[in-house]
């Protein structure tokens, strides 16, 4: 079993990576559901939208099951914490995540274009709620949250829904969708033709420009006008994990603190710039698929960038400050961690391979010859 | 101290979600097994119209996926959104089955269920066929994963409590994996699964069969539900739930509530067939009991005692006392974590912790507690019977109709003259209900009966709960009922349209009905 430093780091990371997973995968469905009343003129044009993810938003959609239990068992007080707190807005993410199902499946079983129309929409709410949400959400971690831990570690939320709507969080709501929707536009340029093709094309550029300046804008915010937070006590990685035990204070340009003491960070930020720029040139270039690569890598960039200017929080509390979660002391034990490893070791690369697999079977263009030979089985 | 309003209404959300999550997971669980069948078959003899079978249930089967997956994520949400407390406190060892439920099973799941409904002209016969199974090990897998969760909450076995981390951790991994109560858990719920999706093509198929239409389609279909649910609802019974019930005290608590089994009787214990259960004086106000049968099914054996309600409420009593100084020396350990004797103390009542902390739902300071309130807590120990023991007699009824009719199938699928049956074609239509009903009585009985606690022994249900307003959760519970209403008018409008439509929504030209279009 590796020691539990160890396995802390390791978790924090493979939590990151699945984030990134869900965010790649299940992210570029999201963006395509976003996208869909507008690139989508008719039913036929829908039809085909809808199709470039059916086969595959399903399993795309466990990249986020799969992250929620994953945080649960690594981190059960963030899972605790987090879910509780944020109440209200999780049931939206949650409500909103309806529509996916039953708008993919049920949405061309019935000919009926008030039907059909509804769903759509449905769809849309389904792709861009949940971005916007977990944007605002990670908004809402860089200046704190309101909770605190009683001494047998009970937490209580003392903010309000409305409170995590303040413009600071509403940028990174905009960052997180904007995000999504260009890697869900670069998607559908992999996947379509003709006018689909080409309205995907300016949903990618409108978004890609639109992350661009965001991601800057919500940067140079976190660096002027966010205090941070930091530990001022000493921390024994080795200890059984109790957040009530350590001493936190509030600093000026403590987020930002990592990129000078680990220089290489910095290349995350970069990853971000470069992979949009990238995406954006090789797309309109028409080579889809490295651009939808490096829209990947752009979503690999703006996390990273995230994590690593929060590291070790990740659930700063601003009511409470010692209550706040930090990677250090809000793990499972070394037993299940090391477990939890080994299941992710394991597993990974199988679940990579037959993805993989499926998108091969499924691949190339998603045409309306092929929407009117599948009228029946096609969604 | 929390307000008992707040925990009865998140117990009711969650109660209300998991119920309605469970009418869609049998019927997935079934389907599956019953897709590989015929796809078995189709591609073993090249018969179109087995393709067409596993095309056309597929699609009835998606229908009723998309929805399983809906209320799957609630699930998964509310551990964290409505029991906070819970989430941390067993987290450590609950959530390691979720998250690998996750990689192993649900990802394979997912994965091929798109290739099931989207690879028919991309993949080769063989290929497509893998993809089936793998959908249907994926499923299974996956009811496996949950259900080690779950027996872990009836038999937390492989865990100890840490005052550190104030919580549960995983001690054993093994012993939470190989949980016997888990396995019989897992045996029994599949194949309940099994069975609701026998029943599911077996009433369909009689009903196209009573209308004389797609006839060779109708009776192959009867004839794969007959033979798999008949063997199926011997799974259920013979495997019952009740081999799980010897192990531990969560399962002795729950067996003597639903049997409503007062006294300790001597070895082998009769078995309550109906009964008038008096739960203000502890005893039956009338009972009709077989000799011998309880003992014999409870304990597999004629020597083994089944303890009464009176005797596991005497041991509880005892538990309470000690876990009072359990909680006593925790709260002091809390403040000073180097106090040997507090230490000490807290070492030798640990085992009893849990019971100690049913106290807090009626005083937040433990000296304040009176031998009334013990005497409330011991109450508490013991879940309603009157509802338990009608509930578990229900679902066993049942059981045993379904055994009658699947019989009566698989005798008449033999000779080769059930669709000359109408009596028996209409029988299998109207008992169509029967498996979700008796899945969600079983479900009831399984944690209704686990009351007061959420994980036997350890933590109760009062404590459990994420600290929410009331106005919160008369809120979100409005939501989810609403969610739910629509989702099910849509589902259920859906379901019917296709089942009644029947293969030509196919549309290949080869069935009745073919004008409609999907």
Same mark, same amino acid.
């Given at each position: 079993m590796l020691d539990y430093p160890s396995l802390k780091i390791i978790w924090w990371l493979l939590v990151g990576v699945l984030l990134i997973g869900f965010a790649i995968m299940d992210g570029h469905d999201m963006g395509v559901g976003t996208l869909l009343p507008f690139v989508g003129k008719d039913d036929v044009e829908r039809?085909?939208?809808?199709?470039?993810?059916? #086969?595959?938003? %399903?399993?795309?959609?466990?990249?986020?099951?799969?992250?929620?239990?994953?945080?649960?068992?690594?981190?059960?007080?963030?899972?605790?914490?987090?879910?509780?707190?944020?109440?209200?807005?999780m049931l939206a993410v949650l409500w909103a995540l309806f529509f996916r199902p039953v708008g993919f499946d049920y949405r061309s079983k019935i000919n009926n274009p008030t *039907?059909?129309?509804? *769903?759509?929409?449905?769809?849309?709410?389904?792709?861009?709620v949940p971005p916007l949400i977990f944007g605002v959400a990670f908004g809402n971690l860089f200046q704190g949250v309101p909770f605190q831990f009683a001494d047998n570690l009970m937490s209580t939320y003392t903010g309000s829904f409305w409170g995590l709507l303040n413009p600071f969080a509403l940028l990174c709501g905009v960052v997180s969708t @904007?995000?999504?929707?260009?890697?869900? @536009?670069?998607?559908?340029?992999?996947r379509t033709e003709g006018e689909v093709y080409r309205r995907s094309q300016r949903a990618m550029l409108i978004f890609g420009g639109l992350l661009l300046a965001t991601f800057s804008a919500a940067g140079i915010w976190l660096w002027q006008g966010i205090e941070g937070y930091a530990i001022d006590s000493v921390i024994d990685a080795t200890a059984l994990p109790n957040p009530l035990d350590k001493t936190v204070v509030r600093q000026a340009g403590a987020w930002l603190a990592n990129y000078g003491h680990y220089p290489a960070t910095m290349a995350l930020p970069a990853l971000a710039y470069a992979g949009t720029l990238a995406a954006m040139l090789l797309a309109v270039n028409g080579a889809t698929l490295a651009a939808f690569v490096a829209s990947a890598l752009t979503i690999v960039g703006i996390i990273g960038t995230a994590g690593a200017s929060l590291f070790p929080f990740i659930m700063p509390s601003s009511? %409470?400050?010692?209550?706040?979660?930090?990677?250090?002391?809000?793990?499972?034990?070394?037993?299940?961690?090391?477990?939890?490893?080994?299941?992710?070791?394991?597993?990974?690369?199988?679940?990579?391979?037959?993805?993989?697999? @499926?998108?091969?079977?499924m691949a190339g263009k998603v045409t309306a010859a092929y929407i009117r030979e599948n009228e029946h089985a096609a969604y | 101290? /929390?307000?008992?309003?707040?925990? %009865?209404?998140?117990?009711?959300?969650?109660?209300? &979600?998991?119920?309605?999550?469970?009418?869609?997971? #049998?019927?997935?669980?079934?389907?599956? *097994?019953?897709?590989?069948?015929?796809?078995?078959?189709?591609?073993?003899?090249?018969?179109?119209?087995?393709?067409?079978?596993?095309?056309?249930?597929?699609?009835?089967?998606?229908?009723?996926?998309?929805?399983?997956?809906?209320?799957?994520?609630?699930?998964?949400?509310?551990?964290?959104?409505?029991? @906070?407390?819970?989430?941390?406190?067993?987290?450590?060892?609950?959530?390691?089955? /979720?998250?690998?439920?996750?990689?192993?099973?649900?990802?394979?799941?997912?994965?091929?269920?798109?290739?099931?409904?989207?690879?028919w002209d991309r993949l080769s016969r063989k290929q497509h066929l893998l993809v089936t199974?793998?959908?249907?090990?994926?499923?299974?897998?996956?009811? /496996?994963?949950?259900?080690?969760?779950?027996?872990?909450?009836?038999n937390p076995v492989g865990a100890e409590f840490s005052y550190i981390t104030m919580r549960m951790e995983m001690v054993d991994f093994w012993a939470v994996l190989f949980n016997p109560d888990a396995q019989a858990k897992f045996v029994h719920t599949v194949s309940a699964g099994y069975v609701t999706g026998a029943m599911f093509v077996l009433s369909i198929s009689a009903f196209y069969l009573l209308h004389g239409r797609d006839v060779e389609f109708a009776k192959k279909s009867f004839r794969i539900a007959a033979a798999f649910g008949f063997a199926s609802i011997c799974s259920v019974i013979v495997l019952g739930d009740e081999s799980g019930y010897t192990v531990g005290?969560?399962?002795?608590?729950?067996?003597?509530?639903?049997?409503?089994? *007062?006294? &300790?009787? #001597?070895?082998?214990?009769?078995?309550n067939l109906i009964a008038i259960p008096n739960e203000a004086e502890m005893k039956n106000d009338f009972a009709i009991e077989i000799p011998w049968v309880m003992g014999i099914i409870g304990t597999r054996s004629l020597d083994k005692q089944i303890p009464g309600i009176r005797e596991i409420r005497e041991k509880n009593r005892e538990r309470i006392v000690s876990g009072m100084e359990a909680v006593t020396a925790l709260e002091a350990l809390r403040k000073n974590p180097a106090d040997a004797a507090m230490k000490a103390e807290f070492e030798a009542h640990k085992a009893d912790l849990g019971f100690g902390l049913l106290l807090k739902k009626y005083v937040t300071n433990l000296q304040d507690v009176t031998p009334e309130i013990i005497e409330k807590a011991v109450a508490d120990t013991i879940p309603r019977v009157t509802p338990l023991f009608w509930s578990f007699r229900l679902m066993v009824a049942f059981g045993f109709l379904m055994l009658a009719l699947f019989g009566a199938a698989l005798w008449t699928s033999v000779k080769g003259n059930f669709a000359d049956k109408p009596w028996l074609l209409r029988a299998a239509l109207w008992m169509l209900p029967l498996p979700w009903l008796s899945c969600e009585l079983g479900w009831f009985v399984a944690e209704y009966g686990?009351? #007061?606690?959420?994980i036997y022994g350890v933590l109760p249900t009062h404590l459990s709960v994420s600290t929410q307003s009331v106005g919160s959760l008369y809120g979100s519970l409005a939501g989810f009922v609403g969610f739910y209403t629509v989702l099910l008018i849509v589902e259920m409008y859906l379901m019917t349209k296709f089942a009644k439509q029947g293969p030509g929504s196919l549309g290949t030209g080869r069935y009745a009905h073919e004008t409609a279009h999907a």
């Open positions: 039809r085909i939208v809808i199709n470039t993810v059916g #086969p595959h938003w %399903d399993g795309n959609q466990v990249w986020f099951i799969t992250g929620g239990g994953a945080i649960f068992a690594a981190w059960p007080l963030v899972y605790a914490t987090a879910f509780s707190g944020f109440y209200w807005a *039907w059909r129309a509804t *769903w759509d929409w449905g769809l849309f709410i389904g792709g861009a @904007a995000m999504i929707t260009f890697h869900g @536009a670069v998607y559908l340029m992999h009511t %409470d400050l010692r209550s706040s979660l930090t990677v250090w002391d809000s793990v499972s034990s070394q037993l299940t961690l090391s477990i939890m490893l080994w299941a992710t070791v394991i597993f990974m690369p199988l679940i990579i391979l037959y993805t993989s697999w @499926a998108y091969k079977v | 101290m /929390l307000s008992e309003q707040l925990v %009865d209404l998140s117990r009711l959300q969650f109660a209300v &979600t998991a119920l309605y999550h469970f009418l869609f997971v #049998p019927l997935t669980i079934g389907m599956t *097994w019953i897709l590989v069948i015929m796809e078995s078959v189709y591609v073993m003899t090249g018969k179109t119209i087995y393709k067409d079978m596993t095309r056309f249930w597929g699609k009835l089967f998606g229908i009723n996926f998309a929805l399983g997956v809906t209320t799957g994520i609630t699930m998964e949400f509310q551990f964290g959104t409505n029991w @906070a407390y819970y989430s941390h406190y067993v987290g450590d060892i609950f959530g390691a089955p /979720l998250a690998i439920e996750g990689l192993m099973a649900f990802f394979l799941e997912s994965t091929f269920i798109g290739l099931f409904f989207f690879g199974i793998l959908m249907a090990v994926g499923t299974n897998l996956s009811a /496996l994963w949950i259900l080690i969760a779950n027996g872990w909450m009836q005290e969560a399962q002795q608590t729950k067996l003597a509530a639903m049997e409503a089994m *007062w006294e &300790t009787e #001597p070895a082998p214990a009769g078995f686990r009351q #007061p606690w959420t």
